[in-house]
């Protein structure tokens, strides 16, 4: 009987791994069997009388005092409702203390409720501490607090100037009425009075009026003054 050869051997092994793999019965059970839930065990609690040598040895967390580190909670800091309900209005107030001490300026352009005050259609003259006085109409008032301002419109070398002017702003020296409106205006804004058929053009020719009669009242005050000096 011829022998078979040692590499025929070897080719052998490999017929085991073309075979098909075929699972039995109990090797299906035994991979579908799942492990079971076992809760954590309690922790063993420690010898009452234990010696403190011994304690320094264990771990922290075996320790009988280890436990979760309290924080230290500080209290809210107190609530400015109470003290200010209204912080933007109280600032208003302060800015206005400043720049407003006597409260003129503020009463000047309360139309609301001063019927002394400016209104639209009247002729204003600005002076400034930087720059010009500037003189014009009154086209339109804007009550924004501390931000009021009014637009006034001239011509200069005929061309149409508008100038919206501050009422609280530091650099507005005095704002002064020149002339008031003959009726009262039906309109808040008076924009009508941009286009050429109600434009007033120029309004130089009343400013310069009403500062000659102005200087000639104060001329008048400072005689009789003097007169009164002289007497005495």
Known sequence: MAAFSPVMRQLGYFRSFMKPLVLKPSQISRRSITTKYSPKPEQMPLPTKMPKSLLSQLPPRMQPTFGRKKLRVYPPPASTRATCKDPVAAV???????????????????????????????????????????????????????????LLRNELTRVGVEMWVKVFSPNVESVEIVQRSEKRKRRARLYYMRKPKHDMRSVENIVS????????????RGQQGRGQRQKR
């Open 92 to 150: 208003v107030d302060t800015q206005l203390t400043t720049l407003d001490p006597t409260g003129e300026r503020k009463a000047l352009f309360d139309y609301r409720r001063n019927h002394r005050s400016v209104k639209v259609g009247d002729i204003l003259r600005v002076t400034l501490k930087n720059g010009d006085p500037f003189s014009g109409v009154c086209l339109s008032i804007r009550l924004r607090g501390i931000d009021t301002s009014f």
């Open 209 to 220: 009026n009403y500062l000659r009669q102005k200087s000639a009242l104060s001329g008048q």
